[in-house]
């Protein structure tokens, strides 16, 4: 068999820029497992969870709710349009490697032709495609690579500093190989996450102030372009009958729409009624009291819209109302966890939810990463160092939120808050309740969304049966996101998602470094050592099982801190959508809004 030349030279460019042991292995392949190997072989023609015969043609028309001023998704400032994404499936943009969505986490070669690292991880050199080239048909070369790390490093939002912060430098090899060199080999995550760098134009920024302008006209090599965008009201993407990349096996029964079309609604009750009219094809519906009431009329009855439920195995991680920790009220573990006794959330499942709900109970819901029971010897070998950083409860007990009897008004729940506050100091004086040092404990609870007001008021109600004021204050999705941004709020509802395989993410949601730095996921302002130390044992964890338990310790960590009031997942996506759309069957990690790329349009066969 012919080898081709580029592998020829990637093998001799490794072999002399390899500074490590003279008996190291190195790898090379056209993708990298997290742990493990790949599923799918070098000779592999499509992944199983596309229709690999899709039509092309056709259009999926979706609804976004807010608004957008920007086309650059790379930077802090403005919000940018739907589709354009990062770390994601961007319409726009390639990157270096594409994620397996049925495997935990295994990356497949993109940009790249081949991967290459050694044992230890240290580093990862990327042989890019020579046939890679942007829309305007410029190549995409090494240093573009090289520049878009920089850039982004430099210039980007703060996730990116937080994402690639472990890198020690990136070195152009020569025009299609570049290899990133990593400040130390405890993360095996990072060859990985370096795979799933957007690779932007060098020669299409270098006469452009990056981020200056928003509605810049962006330049990516992915499978679509830019056909329309009106700020805060539409965009639309064109497939290119030229992508490079369509005829890869990792491309294979993908982006089958000729036109992708986002429409901007700033209210999420006229988006619904715009959908039943047919102004648009898809829905992905969070809202449990809308899924059991609002998805009935004449389209549905005759067919022309389907619903669907659709069991998934992805990872959950948590929705809660979170504390913010920055605030001096909230420092208070004991009122912290006082506060949880006051959502009833069985109530709230039987009668806002139609009992589609099932309790949040870990930061790690619906996976094996889930703490239960008591810590494992493993868990424990991890946790011990810390004892006396720690709550008890974390090596004495199972943690379960409480559990309420249903009637709304949580007696025995609230009797357990007021001896925990009293023992804590806490006095009740004209119905209201006085911190230790006699300040009134009151806060805010910011919302955005008018339907979480259904189930916050219960909640603040059963607060001021404690003496706590919790004012309900709802705010315009702008103000929401600077506030949240800059960490002005005391209580939010936040997701803190969570994929298959954690790993730096962690760090931007619960470390220290994270916690003062605007623009973070750190919402809840943990600064907490022993939290640190468990996301580092998680991004160093050499094997699925070591990672496993690490995930358990650290959710032990942050659930008996109550750190917030865990709310509630579902184990299925609702799914209504134009019955001309079709996909194929959904991998275990999949997510249905995720795999949209796998759809296609009946219409267009």
């Not at 020829?8 to 460019?13: A, K, N």
């Not at 829309?135 to 690639?164: C, I, N, Q």
């Not at 506030?483 to 730096?504: A, K, L, T, Y």
């Amino acid at each position: 068999m012919a080898i081709h030349s580029s592998l020829l030279r990637g093998l001799f460019v490794g072999l002399c820029l390899f500074a490590g042991p003279v008996n190291a292995e190195i790898h090379r392949g056209h993708a990298i497992a997290m742990h493990g190997e790949p599923q799918y072989p070098a000779d592999f023609s499509h992944f199983d969870y596309v229709n690999p015969n899709a039509p092309k043609g056709g259009e999926l028309r979706r609804h976004v709710i807010g608004s957008f001023d920007s086309l650059n998704p790379f930077v802090s400032k403005g919000r940018s349009a739907a589709g354009m994404g990062y770390l994601d499936n961007s319409h726009l943009y390639d990157s270096l490697t594409i994620r397996g969505e049925d495997e935990p986490f295994t990356q497949y070669g993109l940009l790249a032709e081949t991967i290459e690292w050694p044992d230890d991880r240290s580093w990862v050199r990327f042989h890019l495609h020579e046939e890679a080239q942007f829309a305007d048909g410029h190549p995409v070369r090494a240093e573009d690579v090289a520049w878009t790390f920089h850039t982004l490093m430099e210039k980007g939002a703060p996730f990116f500093s937080y994402y690639y912060a472990a890198v020690d430098r990136v070195e152009v090899d020569d025009p299609l190989t570049v290899t990133f060199h990593f400040k130390d080999s405890n993360n095996r995550e990072l060859p990985l996450i370096m795979g799933q760098l957007p690779v932007l134009p060098k020669h299409y920024w270098q006469d452009r102030e990056f981020g200056k302008d928003g509605m810049q006209p962006p330049l990516g090599s992915g499978p679509y372009t830019i056909a329309e965008a009106k700020p805060g009201k539409r965009i639309v993407y064109q497939r290119r009958k030229d992508y490079w990349a369509a005829s890869l096996p990792v491309m294979k029964g993908r982006n089958n729409f000729d036109r992708i079309t986002y429409d901007y609604y700033l209210d999420e009750n006229v988006a619904l009624e715009a959908f039943k009219s047919g102004n648009y094809d898809w829905r992905h519906e969070n809202n449990s009291k809308l899924w059991a009431t609002a998805y009935e009329g004449p389209a549905f009855k005759k067919g022309e819209i389907v619903t669907e439920t659709v069991t998934h195995h992805n990872p959950w991680g948590a929705q809660a109302f979170i504390f913010n920790l920055r605030k001096p009220l909230f420092q208070d573990k004991v009122l912290r966890e006082a506060i949880g006794y006051a959502f009833d959330f069985e109530w709230s499942n039987a009668n806002l939810f139609y009992g589609q709900y099932k309790r949040d109970r870990s930061y790690f819901e619906n996976s094996d990463m889930e703490a239960t029971g008591l810590p494992s010897k493993a868990e424990l070998a991890l946790l011990e160092p810390f004892r006396d950083q720690l709550p008890e409860e974390v090596f004495s007990k199972e943690y379960n939120p409480p559990k309420s009897n249903g009637s709304g008004r949580p007696r025995e729940n609230l009797r357990q808050a007021q001896q925990l506050l009293k023992e804590a100091g806490y006095a009740f004086r004209n119905g209201t309740l006085f911190t230790p040092d006699g300040k009134p404990v009151t806060f805010e609870i910011m919302l955005s969304s008018p339907a979480f007001e259904r189930i916050v008021l219960p909640f603040a109600r059963n607060l001021k049966a404690l003496g706590i004021i919790a004012n309900v204050v709802k705010i315009d999705s702008s103000q929401y996101v600077e506030r949240i941004h800059n960490f002005e709020f005391d209580m939010v509802v936040s997701r803190m998602g969570q994929s298959s395989s954690p790993g730096n993410e962690q760090q931007e949601y619960w470390s220290s470094k994270a916690a003062d730095q605007p623009g973070s996921r750190n919402l809840i302002g943990i600064k907490n050592p022993v939290v640190d130390a468990l996301v580092e044992e998680i991004i160093a964890a050499p094997t699925r099982e070591a990672l496993i338990t690490a995930c358990r310790a650290l959710d032990r960590v942050l659930q008996w801190n109550h750190y917030s009031v865990l709310n509630w997942y579902s184990d299925q996506h609702r799914l209504a959508y134009q019955s001309r759309l079709k996909h194929p069957e959904f991998g275990k990690y999949v997510g249905p809004g995720a795999a949209l790329d796998t759809w296609w349009d009946s219409t267009a066969e």
